[in-house]
């Protein structure tokens, strides 16, 4: 069956890096994007970026241009999301979802990522 | 992109029907027929509820219902129960070819 797993939860201190990882089971990865959402701690979804699997191609939210870049290795099924200059502020849940038509109808089930000196 | 506005909180009773409403623009909600509803259950991922501003996947209960109006789109609960308390989030495709969730809507049933 089709399921999004993401990496283990991270530690970062602020001004650091974090990258995360999404790997895809029971579908042809090339032939659906990932997107990434963020969710802070008790607020709403944030739309971050999304990557075309097949060809590449990126498209970030204008909020995390220069801070976010997302890949893909397409040989492991597996999307990553990198995001620096951490601020305390990007303490957050981080979610993959697969795209089907313009939804996303496959969640990965999170990771926390605390941001904190 | 700002989030899509959405009631902070919607409540009713058992059996009740509610609505949440989701207001963008012509650049989102407006100018495409690609808004998606979510529902999210505390610690939980996201779950796909209704896409294309009225479809329902396979296996989401057909009290569910989308609908669009202009720059406004809206879900539909009826016949309330308690398993549908979560928080509910808008999404639409913007002409950015980027997506834009709304602010979230949490249900309560009395």
């Known amino acids: 069956q089709v399921q999004l797993v993401q990496s283990g939860a991270e530690v970062k201190k602020p001004g650091a890096s974090v990258k995360l990882s999404c790997k895809a089971f029971?579908?042809?990865?090339?032939?659906?994007?990932i997107h990434w959402v963020r969710q802070a701690p008790g607020q709403g979804l944030e739309w971050m970026g999304w990557?075309?699997?097949?060809?590449?191609?990126?498209n970030y939210s204008q909020k995390f241009q220069g801070r976010l870049t997302i890949t893909r290795d397409t040989s492991a099924s597996t999307a990553y999301m990198e995001l620096s200059s951490l601020r305390t502020e990007d303490t957050a849940v981080f979610y993959c979802g697969r795209r089907n038509g313009r939804n996303l109808d496959y969640w990965g089930q999170g990771t926390l990522v605390s941001v904190s000196s | 992109q700002s989030a899509l506005a959405q009631p902070a909180s919607v409540s009713g009773s058992p059996g009740q029907s509610i609505a949440i409403s989701c207001t963008g623009s012509?650049?989102?909600?407006?100018?495409?027929?690609?808004v998606c509803w979510y529902q999210q259950e505390p610690g939980k991922a996201p779950k796909l509820m209704i896409y294309d501003v009225s479809n329902r996947p396979s296996g989401v209960s057909n009290r569910f219902s989308g609908s669009k109006s202009g720059n406004t789109a809206s879900l539909t609960i009826s016949g309330l129960q308690a398993e549908d308390e979560a928080d509910y989030y808008c999404?639409?495709?913007?002409?950015?070819?980027?997506?834009?969730f709304g602010s979230g809507t949490k249900v309560t049933v009395l």
């Open positions: 990557l075309n699997t097949g060809n590449g191609n990126i």
């Open positions: 012509s650049s989102d909600v407006g100018g495409f027929d690609h």
């Open positions: 029971g579908y042809t990865f090339t032939n659906y994007a």
């Open positions: 999404s639409s495709f913007t002409d950015r070819n980027t997506d834009v």
